[in-house]
């Protein structure tokens, strides 16, 4: 199983992104997008759960960014919009069978990309 996370970069505030994690090897019950910054814990950022059509956010981003996932590439996307000085950090894929309790936490995932780093610039 590969997590192949992309789309990371530098952006002015105001700008946006569109992460993309690309997994192979199986399909998994939900796919998260989490985030690190420096000298911080990793933080839930967005992720859903394969059946059903709820999205979950968290509070900082509702609004702006939005988790998709595109079936026939087993590629998860997380567009990201008027990003903010906040949003930067290092951005990890994560894939695995989390249950509603646990879709945002970093125990409901067994398998990690390896990371894009996001800067976003004033």
């Known amino acids: 199983v590969q997590l192949q996370a992309s789309g990371g970069g530098l952006v002015q505030a105001g700008g946006s992104l569109r992460l993309t994690c690309a997994a192979s090897g199986r399909t998994f019950g939900g796919y998260g997008w989490f985030r690190q910054a420096p000298g911080k814990e990793r933080e839930f950022v967005a992720a859903?759960?394969?059946?059903?059509?709820?999205?979950y956010y968290t509070d900082s981003v509702k609004g702006r960014f939005t988790v998709s996932r595109d079936n026939a590439k087993n590629t998860v996307y997380l567009e990201m919009n008027s990003l903010n000085l906040e949003d930067t950090a290092v951005y990890y894929c994560?894939?695995?069978?989390?249950?509603?309790?646990?879709?945002?936490?970093?125990?409901?995932?067994?398998?990690w990309g390896q990371g894009t780093q996001v800067t976003v610039s004033s």
């Open positions: 994560a894939a695995g069978n989390p249950i509603t309790s646990s879709v945002s936490t970093t125990e409901g995932y067994t398998y």
């Open positions: 859903f759960r394969v059946m059903g059509s709820r999205r």
